[in-house]
């Protein structure tokens, strides 16, 4: 079977979506770090459509440490699968990439970032490859961190690439690229600024007030879920395809990147392909922490305690579904503060939506880890907030219950429990007053919070409908 090429769009099934434009056509205006199956799927779908009418924008796609991804994406002439998969399953190729650089083509890359005609540089490489510390600062003990310092010209580590283009630029008397980082981290344009200008100032102080005043670091936040490209997906694209695409992704229909409004002339529209624009980022985390992430939580350890496998199932239950429902339109979104352009009662409606895709199978199980990293951010702010402004927190209580209950089930069948603080909760939640027990871990339970007698007794409250085996009740609140 031949592979795909510009060549093969011509002999696609007819049910294949082509590109809206000539991928000979494009040009280079993008530089992406982390070319993974997420930016393929995310970012890259809303430059595809950008390219239709404005053909300045191809992506050189950039991997630092593995050649697969571009060797395909180089084999192929830029081109790849994404297919949606949702109710309504569709395929579309995409041809956003217009070059793709691999390991050991530094030098080619220095020459890229130099070049006047790419505006943009864009980065997916994870929280990690980032070289941050944990309170989000540039860790100067990091390998690659060390190795830049030595050795500028050669960089190993995304910021010092970032750094030694833009070094490059501000010698050259080229305007700097705007970078956006796509990868979830609060805050992340102000993060990739400090890091940068950090590692530029070790280098030269003059640098780094420059990119402190010139460059544009613009907060974002993106959002779909993307599963793996397996052996099985890709014989599925193969098939459908009548061609091998190496590079293909899947991703469901729901798909979500908001960011922050900068300054750049004559730069891509990307709101005209769907990308939000915004003055406030931080909203659209908020409304996203609280509401898909809250709701996740809640539907993990409620769905948990029914004997239920996938948050599609979960949602498959009348009763829970109904339940979360409620919580999100009433409990969470009144925690949230009008956020520009965002309809949060819509935003839950399309999250709920997301929920009842049959073809994501997201294990509750997964979702379940961590709990006491996540209940902070995912619904114990929303608690607090409620009890601040004199609202019910008796729906908001459950899922807390829940996940008291669930921790007491795995220390009880001397089950793993997957989370930083397994031990602490394991002997806190097999004590005889497991509520006591547990709302006492400062970890977990800031201390306003866990002394508040209504927050006390609605979790005592919840808790025993779970421990006896009776939550019915606590499901139609």
């Not at 994406?73 to 691999?102: C, F, N």
């Not at 293909?248 to 730069?267: K, M, P, Y």
């Not at 729906?395 to 603080?421: G, S, Y």
Request: aromatic share 6%.
């Amino acid at each position: 079977m031949t592979s795909l090429s510009r060549t093969a769009l011509a002999s696609l099934p007819a049910g294949i979506v082509r590109p809206g434009h000539d991928p000979q056509s494009i040009r280079t205006g993008i530089v992406h770090f982390g070319p993974g199956a997420f930016h393929r799927a995310h970012q890259a779908a809303y430059v595809d459509r950008v390219l239709d009418s404005d053909p300045r924008w191809g992506i050189a796609a950039v991997s630092l440490r593995s050649p697969g991804t571009v060797d395909a994406l180089k084999a192929q002439d830029g081109l790849y699968t994404l297919a949606v998969i949702d109710r309504e399953p569709a395929m579309r190729v995409l041809a956003a990439h217009s070059d793709a650089i691999g390991p050991g083509e530094g030098a080619r890359l220095r020459t890229l970032l130099a070049d006047p005609a790419i505006r943009i540089a864009t980065s997916t490489v994870t929280e990690k490859g980032y070289c941050l510390t944990n309170d989000g600062t540039l860790d100067f003990a990091h390998p690659d961190i060390v190795h830049d310092l030595k050795r500028p010209a050669e960089p190993a580590s995304v910021i010092g690439w970032i750094v030694a283009g833009l070094a490059d630029r501000r010698a050259a008397g080229t305007a700097p690229f705007a970078m956006l980082c796509c990868d979830n981290m609060t805050g992340n344009g102000g993060k990739l600024r400090a890091a940068c200008t950090a590692l530029a100032r070790q280098y030269d102080p003059a640098l780094a007030a420059w990119i402190e005043a010139e460059v544009a670091f613009p907060d974002s936040m993106v959002d779909s879920i993307t599963p793996a490209s397996d052996p099985a997906f890709l014989a599925h694209v193969a098939h459908d395809l009548h061609v091998t695409d190496k590079a293909a992704v899947q991703r469901e229909s729901f798909t979500q990147w908001v960011l922050q409004r900068f300054e750049q002339a004559d730069g891509p529209d990307l709101a005209s392909a769907g990308v939000t624009l915004t003055n406030d980022v931080r909203g659209y985390e908020q409304a996203k922490l609280r509401i898909l992430n809250g709701a996740h939580s809640s539907l993990a350890y409620i769905g948990l305690h029914l004997g239920l496998e996938t948050v599609f199932e979960a949602m498959s239950d009348p009763a829970l579904e109904h339940f979360v429902s409620r919580l999100m339109h009433y409990d969470i979104a009144a925690s949230l503060k009008p956020v520009e352009g965002l309809d949060i009662a819509g935003y839950a409606d399309a999250v709920s939506n997301r929920f009842r895709n049959p073809a994501i199978r997201h294990l509750l199980s997964q979702i379940a880890w961590d709990g006491s990293q996540k209940l902070p951010y995912r619904l114990l702010d929303t608690v607090q907030d409620a009890l601040d402004n004199g609202r019910s927190i008796e729906r908001l209580a459950v899922p807390v219950a829940a996940w008291i209950a669930f921790v007491r089930r795995k220390a009880q069948a001397h089950e793993k429990i997957t989370d930083p603080l397994a031990d602490i909760l394991a002997a806190a939640a097999t004590g005889s007053d497991v509520c006591l027990a547990m709302l006492g871990l400062r970890q977990v339970f800031p201390e306003r919070l866990a002394t508040d007698p209504r927050f006390r007794h609605a979790v005592a409250d919840a808790l025993m409908h779970f421990l006896d085996g009776h939550i019915e009740p606590l499901l139609a609140r």
